[in-house]
């Protein structure tokens, strides 16, 4: 059963994810898929995933990536279907959310970040044209 997907803008501009991703609150944690989420942060970003899962009761928004990283990597995820996610826990918009490094489904595991939380789909010191990209100097 495909999950519901919904879309939804939001107020956190999630392109500076990388900017709270605290190498020194890392966890492991695995539970069911409840929702599966796109959300559009301005008007020239893409959607990004994020999910929804039951984490030992508490429902954990667990932040991924772009979609179109996950689509590239051919991962589906699907509400019910149990994933285990390693990432920096972190509040945002008052929620108790994850920036994930990696995620776990079956036998499939996605690597999104470094060690250090830096995106795996960002090109370090380059922008998509080919010019430096003021954000991730080199």
Known sequence: MMSPIQAQESKTDYSECHKWYDVQNVKTVEGPITVVKQISTTEDMTFGTHLLVDYKGEELEIHLGPSWYLEKKRIKLRMGEMVKVSGSLCNL????????????????TIHLRDDKGFPKWAKKGKNKKGGRNRRYKS
């Open 93 to 108: 918009e008052d929620k108790r959310s994850m920036i994930a490094q990696w995620l776990v489904k079956k036998n499939d």
